[in-house]
């Protein structure tokens, strides 16, 4: 009977010993649940930074290539604008070396002495200077000017030497004399000068 007693008296302790077993059981599992959960949102977080970075590197690279074809683009219009001021600058190139050229036949021309010339001669001459004039003003308007460096030293890139002489009382290289002028349209050498140059 004793035992009996025991048994019934062990009972309730044994049911609450089992409830507390369950119910740490329940949050051990619910632990470990949460451990797992954990573990895979760091996971997800870990994976989310490097697509993040890669995301930012992307980000990056693109800025770049849009700063560089804006560099580029720049540079593209600056090139353009400045063959287009070239071209606009140097338009007239090639009608003004022709226009030298019938200023050089006008220069000829106009060589001739007065002196015993006849009246209509004359007035031909005259009308002949009155174009040549004429045909210089049109030419110093669009910026042509005359390369003509009598006395200084020789510029090869302005002049080229056809002739030589030796006088002591000159420098060397010095321009002695323009044999064919030169033209410069605005900065630009249309035409070297022909010259003779003193060589010691």
Do not use: C, W
Not at 40 to 50: A, I, R, V
Not at 74 to 87: C, G, M, Q, V
Not at 189 to 195: E, K, L, Y
């Amino acid at each position: 009977m004793a035992k009996k007693k025991e048994v019934k008296q062990e009972e309730p302790e044994l049911l609450e010993e089992t409830k507390e077993l369950e119910q740490d059981t329940k949050i051990n599992n619910e632990m470990l649940k949460l451990e797992e959960e954990i573990t895979s949102l760091t996971q997800e977080n870990k994976k989310l930074d490097e697509e993040n970075e890669q995301l930012k590197k992307d980000k990056d690279d693109l800025v770049n290539k849009v700063k560089l074809a804006q560099a580029e683009l720049i540079n593209y219009r600056k090139r353009k604008d400045e063959e287009t001021a070239s071209l606009l600058k140097y338009a007239n190139e090639g009608i003004i070396k022709e226009l030298v050229n019938v200023k050089d036949n006008f220069e000829r021309a106009l060589v001739v002495k007065e002196e015993n010339m006849s009246e209509e001669l004359t007035k031909y001459l005259s009308g002949f200077k009155l174009m040549y004039d004429e045909l210089s003003n049109i030419l110093t308007k669009f910026g042509v000017e005359e390369i003509n460096r009598v006395g200084q030293i020789f510029d090869p890139n302005e002049e080229q030497a056809l002739l030589t002489d030796s006088l002591p009382d000159h420098e060397d290289e010095e321009v002695l004399e323009v044999l064919l002028k030169g033209y410069k349209l605005k900065d630009r050498v249309i035409r070297a000068a022909s010259v003779k140059i003193n060589q010691k």
